[in-house]
């Protein structure tokens, strides 16, 4: 379980998340939803402890996270823009962060699905967008760790990838993970989603099921009923 | 912090840089051997390009590498590693990558030449480890100014600028300062001023291992007395020691703080 309490973050003088209130229960897909610049990812990187918060706590199964390393161990992260050190080839940096991490992985069977290995001797600098997010989502799913954080994993995917990807996602839910996702494709998150949390401006303005989202805003769809929260919140 | 520490190593083992560093230090001590002809003479024309290049070279490459291997910085602070793991273990990997292309590339010729049965190996050993001790103080330095700057060109300017002072500008100040406070006896403040650089504390420590201090008249004198003795040796290099020391310390304050 993740609880995140009180907590707030400011960039400079602008502020991005404020007295931010969470609390996500153990396995199901959680949507972080909310448009550019509301909070998403310094959320997300709070929670890893990459961004440092100025005041709040975020505990994780009852631990806080607030200088420790150690929870990471529990959470495999997929970052939104895949920056990886140019001059290592595909096959180097997975190597690396298997031999750093030390745990159980199936990176063989991963790059097959994604029809990875002719990439694998080549460096990264040189791969197109579409191939280094394939990258980038075996590194994050090659492991089995109780905890999944994806932030824009859809990022230049063709549709074929796309559709691997919604079923790794969905077999980690099976797994009983909790598997926590931003994403602008609406579609995406309706087809995926258990749960939308919807942040605005820092703060979050809607928590609960895609369904409830919908009955609450009187929307056929989750384009729309989001449109219209974010119309009622502007008005 | 070994497995980050191997893999710096070996990204820039791999890169050009660390093998045009290591060739133009072949090069030198090949041409400065041929030239001279002699090691004493060799190794003083050696020191003041050791006092100033291993500065410049270790902040170049401190600042680049940090800018350079954000992504990989990046990656590993997702993973279940300490922060100041991370860090530290990037700063030991570079620092030991440039100080060995230092050690081998003067080593070889001076190996070559004969050094191990001369009479100044000791000088010269002494000459590699300031060279070592500077690329370590330096690295450290430049890791804080990049650290503190998200600006690369703002990161690269205080970098250079820090090397200038230290290189070049201090001495300036330091001999405006002997100048004019010509009538009062200086002794004691030359002293402490050379022990507040880094580059100084080097050449000195170096020229009177090399014995030619009595060119320094009454000054060099009394450093003699203060370095020349065991004691003002452990003191120096404690000195140095402090200097790699005291900026690891801030790199680690202020990694802990900062946001990815």
Redesign the interface.
């Known amino acids: 379980m993740i609880q995140i309490k009180d907590l707030h973050k400011t ?1 400079g003088k602008v502020p991005v998340l404020k007295e931010l209130n969470l609390t996500i229960k153990d396995s199901g897909i959680f949507a972080i939803l909310g448009p550019n610049g509301s909070g998403k990812t310094t959320l997300i ?1 709070s929670i ?5 918060p100025d005041k709040g706590e975020i505990l994780i199964d009852g631990k806080s996270t607030k ?1 420790q ?5 529990k ?1 495999n ?1 997929l ?1 939104q823009i895949a ?6 080839s595909v096959i180097e ?1 997975i190597e ?2 298997k ?3 030390n745990s159980k992985t199936r990176d063989g069977d991963l790059v097959e699905l994604f029809k990875l290995q002719p990439f694998l001797n080549k460096k990264l600098a040189n791969l197109s967008g579409g191939t280094r997010q394939k990258v980038n989502i075996i590194l994050t799913f090659m492991f089995d760790d109780p905890i999944l954080i994806l932030d824009e994993p859809t990022t230049g995917l063709d549709p074929l990838s796309l559709i691997h990807l919604k079923s790794l996602i969905k077999e980690a839910k099976e797994k009983g993970k909790t598997i926590l996702i931003t994403s602008h494709i609406m579609q995406f998150v309706e087809e995926i989603s258990d749960e939308i949390v919807f942040l605005l401006d820092g703060k979050i303005y809607f928590k609960g099921s895609v369904k409830l989202l919908k009955e609450t805003y009187n929307e056929q769809d989750l384009e729309h009923a989001i449109a219209a929260l974010l119309n009622v919140q502007y008005d | 912090m070994i ?2 520490l191997k ?1 710096s190593f070996y ?1 820039l083992m ?2 050009r840089w660390s093998y045009a560093y290591f060739v133009f230090y072949l090069l030198l001590g090949f041409v400065l051997l041929f030239l001279n002809n002699n090691l004493d003479k060799a190794i003083i024309t050696l020191m003041n390009i050791i006092v100033i290049l291993t500065p410049l070279i270790g902040t170049v490459f401190g600042v680049m590498y940090y800018y350079n ?4 910085t ?10 100041s793991t991370i860090f530290l273990g990037q700063f030991i990997g570079l620092s030991v990558s440039l100080s060995l292309s230092l050690v081998l590339g003067l080593g070889i010729p001076f190996l070559f030449y004969g050094i191990m049965n001369s009479a100044i190996i000791l000088n010269f050993i002494t000459l590699i480890f300031v060279g070592a001790f500077l690329t370590f103080i330096f690295v450290a330095l430049a890791y804080n100014i990049a650290l503190s700057n998200e600006n690369k060109i703002k990161g690269f300017g205080y970098a250079i600028l820090m090397w200038l002072f230290m290189a070049v500008i201090y001495d300036g100040l330091f001999l405006i300062s002997l100048l004019v406070f010509d009538d009062y006896p200086l002794d004691q403040f030359s002293l402490f001023a050379t022990v507040f650089n880094p580059v100084d504390l080097s050449r000195i420590l170096i020229l009177l291992k090399l014995d030619i201090s009595a060119l320094m008249g009454y000054t060099g004198a009394v450093f003699k007395d203060f370095f020349g003795t065991i004691f003002g040796l452990i003191a120096s290099f404690s000195m140095l020691m402090l200097w790699i020391i005291f900026p690891l310390l801030r790199i680690v304050r202020k990694a ?5």
């Open positions: 960039f990187k890893l402890g990459m961004v440092v200088g390393w150690e929870h990471r161990q959470i992260y970052p920056n990886f050190p140019s001059n290592l940096v690396m962060i031999n750093i991490r | 497995k980050i893999y990204d791999r890169s291997s954000k992504e990989f990046e990656l590993l602070l997702a993973q279940p590693v300490k922060r802990s703080r900062k946001d990815f």
